[in-house]
């Protein structure tokens, strides 16, 4: 398939620990963003690449979310000593000319 | 800085009435505007999208038009169906992306 995927599609992690989230866009998309989309709500931004560089990340909650994207491909969202409140799903999105393609996302639940 | 309201949900019609979810924005520039539509279970699809003023965005039946002067964007539908029951989210592209925080849609057979 040529859309956007995203892994693992579920994440269950205690409060406390690190978690990993892969990204792999479209191929050829030079953009590619990060949300975080909080139960019943729409998506809100985290953070933008073009290619490697990470050209926004305003929208990252705390220094405790981290994000690369080192050879301008697959991105990976890293989130350290996670709370409860980070309880959300994780959208990735490439894009081309201003349109955006969404992957599945990642469903993480701290507990 | 760039924001869109939508109209809050949510909503239930009966299969075959007419839909309108509202969408309005404030932007500096001139953005684009998009609907996506999230089903169950399943990530953001675009549904339609629109660049410029006075364009009209039009996919399975829905449409939407770019009005800048009432800054609006709003989703319609003719005619619903059962299988169009999802959230729908309105979208600017600024800056960055905005979304609306959604309205969920239940269509009754």
């Known amino acids: 398939g040529a859309g956007v995927s995203q892994s693992p599609r579920y994440k269950v992690a205690k409060r406390g620990q690190d978690v990993a989230l892969r990204c792999d866009p479209i191929?050829?998309?030079?953009?590619l963003f990060w949300y975080q989309q909080a139960l019943g709500q729409g998506p809100e931004f985290l953070t933008y690449?073009?290619?490697?560089?990470?050209?926004?990340k305003s929208g990252l909650p705390s220094d405790r979310f981290f994000a690369e994207r080192p050879e301008g491909s697959v991105s990976t969202l890293k989130i350290q000593r996670t709370q409860q409140e980070d309880s959300a799903v994780y959208l990735c999105?490439?894009?081309?000319?201003?349109?955006?393609?969404f992957g599945p996302g990642t469903r993480l639940t701290v507990l | 800085g760039d924001s869109v309201t939508q109209m809050e949900g949510p909503v239930t019609l009966s299969e075959e009435a007419f839909l309108t979810i509202n969408c309005t924005y404030t932007?500096?520039?001139?953005?684009?505007l998009f609907w996506y539509v999230q089903y169950p279970g399943e990530g953001l699809q675009l549904l339609l999208k629109?660049?410029?003023?006075?364009d009209k965005g039009s996919n399975k039946g829905f449409e939407a038009t770019y009005r800048k002067e009432t800054t609006s964007f709003h989703l319609e539908k003719g005619s619903v169906q059962v299988s169009d029951s999802a959230v729908y989210f309105c979208?600017?592209?600024?800056?960055?992306?905005?979304f609306g925080t959604g309205t969920s849609l239940t269509v009754i057979p």
């Open positions: 999105a490439s894009s081309i000319e201003r349109e955006q393609f």
């Open positions: 191929s050829g998309h030079v953009s």
């Open positions: 690449f073009q290619n490697e560089a990470q050209l926004d």
């Open positions: 932007a500096t520039g001139y953005p684009s």
């Open positions: 629109a660049t410029k003023a006075d």
């Open positions: 979208a600017l592209s600024g800056v960055q992306f905005y």
